[in-house]
């Protein structure tokens, strides 16, 4: 006997999964959890449709194979018979059907039935049952993924479904009748749900694995002999396999004004009638529901496609074999086993997750970015219909935020911005590292030069002072003393500078209140009538603690650096803004700009673009050196292309606000060097 169960029909290769979410979407009961990247089936709930299986062009959804055990029975000297399902002509169209019973008789077959006869007897049940009940509303159950969904998601509609056996289970009883209780029965059919259906029948295997086994036993239409089916042989229930096939079986429509039925065929429209019945909208007396659009279009089925091709096999080989039929012997075989009980019964296997709160749900939504209605897209690409049922799959374990593809843009847009961030800090940080490294190199040399010209300087001005003391006032030579003394001074300050840029000076921090500070730094300097001052503050908390006089060389450097950069007049704006642990401070003017070329050399000493004479280049170098000494971070940036926007440059400043020098090294400036 079979021993398998829904819950065993379908798997996932993992290797072939390419988390597409095409199955999630195609499955009815949504039996598909991802996980770590990959759609797995939640053999739980799974219904055994085997949509999955078809849609997965990756093939990493497949069906349990039974064709070795199958196999194994032909092996066995037992008698076996084969039960061929009225859908086969729409599969081996390829193959003469005398020919096909042919090769599954070679194969070891004993006998091969024809289901439709099966079919057939339960038309019949199906036809008493709804005279001897008229007024029920009733639901077909020759379909098992029909049955198990609603024994799993509607168990409350288990007493609707018609008390009648499918015609596998109808031609197993019948063979056994006929041939012996103790043969072994196979059925051979389109649907993968078949597999777990029923115990009464021993093995079942799909189109697919019977071609397969065929392959594997080198066995052809050529290399075999024609046969016919074994009696009983199926009449007008060949039609069965496809949609509405039953109804015209039993002289029946679906035409609203003769009949009480409605057929609904397909994963979406299945459910729906399902959904109006439970609901009573529905005042129909039957629904005659198929999982798949008809039996032709199971997933033990070579083609996935191609309904209305298979639906015209069907009917040919129908018409053809209802031409050839013995009615006679077709109608003494119906009398012979009309006896036999075909019934069959139901019980509910509630498989239902209870729904999550709809706080949870929201706070699942607001989580992925959905505060408002019309941020729910519903555009299905995670695999259910509205955004609602996704947080609700969210909340059950069953799917992941990743899944939704706006969500996932937006998350991808975010990291690109972050990357980006992280990139110029890096660029920042680099070059940072780099210009400190070039002016540690020429400290040491600047520091080097400083000591050997203070002596000799130092010996030039004191003997200049005595000879101009010593000389009348107006003697000629008075004013060559003069250039002397006056140009061993400017030496004496270049030196000066030299050393204050070597060594490492005592940063005295005090309490000072910025914006205040900025207003002073610019009246320290002349600014001409063409040039406009803007101080914007935008800080809440204006102390901070600097060196104030060591930051005044800061400021008014880059101030004056700034108007000299705006000949022809502009605006200069001084920008501060704060947070809880840090300054900002922003320089910027519309000037000339800096070309791409100088920018890197603008911190290194004695590097200037300046006239002769109008500047040492030791200023910049001396407002790298302070930020520096204050734990801060100083980037430039310019444009001296008018074709790529405004020009201009702008110095942005960052320093720690209000930790003490000796303490702060234990907080984590860091992040701005990174």
Same mark, same amino acid.
């Given at each position: 006997?079979?021993?398998?169960?829904?819950?065993?029909?379908?798997?996932?290769?993992?290797?072939?999964?390419?988390?597409?979410?095409?199955?999630?979407?195609?499955?009815?009961?949504?039996?598909?959890?991802?996980?770590?990247?990959?759609?797995?089936?939640?053999?739980?709930?799974?219904?055994?449709?085997?949509?999955?299986?078809?849609?997965?062009?990756?093939?990493?959804?497949?069906?349990?194979?039974?064709?070795?055990?199958?196999?194994?029975?032909?092996?066995?000297?037992?008698?076996?018979?084969?039960?061929?399902?009225?859908?086969?002509?729409?599969?081996?169209?390829?193959?003469?059907?005398?020919?096909?019973?042919?090769?599954?008789?070679?194969?070891?077959?004993?006998?091969?039935?024809?289901?439709?006869?099966?079919?057939?007897?339960?038309?019949?049940?199906?036809?008493?049952?709804?005279?001897?009940?008229?007024?029920?509303?009733?639901?077909?159950?020759?379909?098992?993924?029909?049955?198990?969904?609603?024994?799993?998601?509607?168990?409350?509609?288990?007493?609707?479904?018609?008390?009648?056996?499918?015609?596998?289970?109808?031609?197993?009883?019948?063979?056994?009748?006929?041939?012996?209780?103790?043969?072994?029965?196979?059925?051979?059919?389109?649907?993968?749900?078949?597999?777990?259906?029923?115990?009464?029948?021993?093995?079942?295997?799909?189109?697919?694995?019977?071609?397969?086994?065929?392959?594997?036993?080198?066995?052809?239409?050529?290399? &075999?002999?024609?046969?016919?089916?074994?009696?009983?042989?199926?009449?007008?229930?060949?039609?069965?396999?496809?949609?509405?096939?039953?109804?015209?079986?039993?002289?029946?429509?679906?035409?609203?004004?003769?009949?009480?039925?409605?057929?609904?065929?397909?994963?979406?429209?299945?459910?729906?009638?399902?959904?109006?019945?439970?609901?009573?909208?529905?005042?129909?007396?039957?629904?005659?529901?198929?999982? &798949?659009?008809?039996?032709?279009?199971?997933?033990?089925?070579?083609?996935?496609?191609?309904?209305?091709?298979?639906?015209?096999?069907?009917?040919?080989?129908?018409?053809?074999?209802?031409?050839?039929?013995?009615?006679?012997?077709?109608?003494?075989?119906?009398?012979?086993?009309?006896?036999?009980?075909?019934?069959?019964?139901?019980?509910?296997?509630?498989?239902?997750?209870?729904?999550?709160?709809?706080?949870?749900?929201?706070?699942?939504?607001?989580?992925?970015?959905?505060?408002?209605?019309?941020?729910?897209?519903? &555009?299905?690409?995670?695999?259910?219909?509205?955004?609602?049922?996704?947080?609700?799959?969210?909340?059950?374990?069953?799917?992941?935020?990743?899944?939704?593809?706006?969500?996932?843009?937006?998350?991808?847009?975010?990291?690109?911005?972050?990357?980006?961030?992280?990139?110029?800090?890096?660029?920042?940080?680099?070059?940072?590292?780099?210009?400190?490294?070039?002016?540690?190199?020429?400290?040491?040399?600047?520091?080097?030069?400083?000591?050997?010209?203070?002596?000799?300087?130092?010996?030039?001005?004191?003997?200049?002072?005595?000879?101009?003391?010593?000389?009348?006032?107006?003697?000629?030579?008075?004013?060559?003393?003069?250039?002397?003394?006056?140009?061993?001074?400017?030496?004496?300050?270049?030196?000066?500078?030299?050393?204050?840029?070597?060594?490492?000076?005592?940063?005295?921090?005090?309490?000072?209140?910025?914006?205040?500070?900025?207003?002073?730094?610019?009246?320290?300097?002349?600014?001409?009538?063409?040039?406009?001052?803007?101080?914007?503050?935008?800080?809440?908390?204006?102390?901070?603690?600097?060196?104030?006089?060591?930051?005044?060389?800061?400021?008014?450097?880059?101030?004056?650096?700034?108007?000299?950069?705006?000949?022809?007049?502009?605006?200069?704006?001084?920008?501060?803004?704060?947070?809880?642990?840090?300054?900002?401070?922003?320089?910027?003017?519309?000037?000339?700009?800096?070309?791409?070329?100088?920018?890197?050399?603008?911190?290194?000493?004695?590097?200037?673009?300046?006239?002769?004479?109008?500047?040492?280049?030791?200023?910049?170098?001396?407002?790298?050196?302070?930020?520096?000494?204050?734990?801060?971070?100083?980037?430039?940036?310019?444009?001296?292309?008018?074709?790529?926007?405004?020009?201009?440059?702008?110095?942005?400043?960052?320093?720690?606000?209000?930790?003490?020098?000796?303490?702060?090294?234990?907080?984590?400036?860091?992040?701005?060097?990174?």
């Amino acid at each position: 006997m079979s021993t398998l169960i829904n819950n065993e029909l379908v798997y996932t290769v993992k290797d072939r999964c390419r988390v597409c979410y095409t199955c999630v979407r195609e499955c009815p009961v949504k039996a598909i959890k991802i996980i770590n990247g990959q759609a797995e089936v939640i053999s739980a709930r799974c219904i055994g449709c085997g949509n999955c299986t078809k849609v997965c062009s990756q093939k990493a959804k497949v069906f349990v194979d039974t064709s070795q055990k199958v196999f194994e029975f032909l092996k066995n000297e037992q008698k076996t018979v084969a039960c061929l399902a009225p859908s086969f002509p729409a599969e081996f169209y390829d193959i003469p059907y005398k020919k096909l019973i042919g090769m599954i008789k070679q194969l070891g077959f004993d006998y091969v039935v024809d289901v439709s006869f099966g079919a057939d007897m339960v038309t019949l049940k199906y036809q008493q049952y709804m005279k001897e009940h008229p007024t029920n509303r009733t639901i077909s159950s020759d379909c098992p993924a029909i049955v198990y969904y609603i024994r799993h998601y509607h168990p409350e509609l288990v007493p609707s479904l018609t008390p009648i056996c499918s015609p596998m289970v109808a031609t197993s009883r019948i063979v056994r009748e006929k041939y012996g209780s103790n043969v072994r029965v196979v059925f051979i059919g389109p649907c993968i749900a078949k597999k777990a259906e029923s115990n009464e029948v021993d093995q079942i295997i799909t189109f697919k694995e019977l071609r397969n086994i065929f392959e594997q036993a080198y066995i052809t239409p050529e290399t &075999c002999q024609e046969a016919e089916f074994d009696p009983p042989v199926g009449g007008k229930a060949s039609i069965f396999p496809v949609t509405r096939g039953k109804l015209y079986t039993m002289n029946k429509s679906d035409d609203i004004c003769e009949e009480n039925i409605i057929v609904a065929s397909g994963k979406t429209h299945f459910r729906e009638a399902i959904k109006e019945f439970e609901e009573g909208l529905n005042k129909s007396q039957h629904l005659e529901l198929l999982c &798949c659009e008809g039996c032709i279009m199971g997933p033990g089925m070579t083609e996935s496609n191609k309904l209305y091709t298979k639906t015209t096999f069907i009917r040919n080989y129908v018409r053809e074999k209802l031409s050839r039929l013995n009615k006679y012997e077709w109608e003494q075989a119906i009398k012979t086993y009309e006896k036999l009980d075909f019934s069959q019964h139901f019980n509910p296997a509630d498989r239902r997750i209870p729904k999550p709160s709809n706080d949870a749900i929201e706070n699942i939504l607001h989580r992925m970015g959905k505060t408002k209605p019309e941020d729910h897209l519903n &555009c299905g690409a995670c695999g259910y219909d509205t955004c609602t049922e996704h947080a609700i799959a969210i909340l059950e374990g069953l799917a992941e935020s990743e899944m939704c593809l706006p969500y996932t843009i937006e998350k991808l847009h975010n990291s690109i911005k972050e990357l980006n961030l992280s990139n110029e800090k890096l660029a920042n940080a680099q070059l940072s590292l780099k210009q400190s490294e070039k002016l540690a190199t020429m400290g040491q040399l600047s520091a080097g030069i400083a000591h050997e010209l203070n002596n000799p300087l130092g010996i030039i001005t004191m003997y200049s002072h005595i000879l101009k003391e010593e000389i009348p006032p107006d003697d000629p030579i008075q004013k060559d003393l003069s250039i002397i003394v006056e140009q061993a001074e400017r030496c004496k300050k270049i030196v000066g500078g030299l050393l204050n840029f070597a060594r490492k000076n005592q940063v005295n921090l005090v309490e000072t209140d910025l914006v205040k500070f900025s207003e002073h730094t610019i009246q320290s300097i002349i600014i001409p009538d063409n040039i406009r001052v803007n101080i914007v503050s935008k800080m809440k908390n204006p102390l901070v603690y600097i060196d104030n006089e060591q930051w005044m060389q800061v400021m008014t450097n880059i101030e004056k650096n700034a108007i000299e950069a705006m000949p022809n007049g502009g605006i200069l704006t001084i920008q501060l803004s704060d947070t809880e642990h840090e300054v900002e401070i922003y320089i910027c003017d519309t000037g000339m700009g800096i070309s791409k070329e100088n920018l890197e050399k603008i911190y290194t000493p004695f590097f200037t673009t300046k006239p002769i004479g109008k500047g040492t280049g030791l200023g910049l170098s001396l407002v790298y050196g302070i930020v520096k000494m204050h734990h801060g971070q100083i980037i430039c940036e310019s444009n001296d292309n008018p074709q790529k926007g405004p020009t201009g440059t702008c110095f942005k400043i960052r320093i720690p606000r209000n930790i003490k020098f000796n303490s702060y090294k234990s907080y984590s400036y860091e992040k701005y060097e990174s």
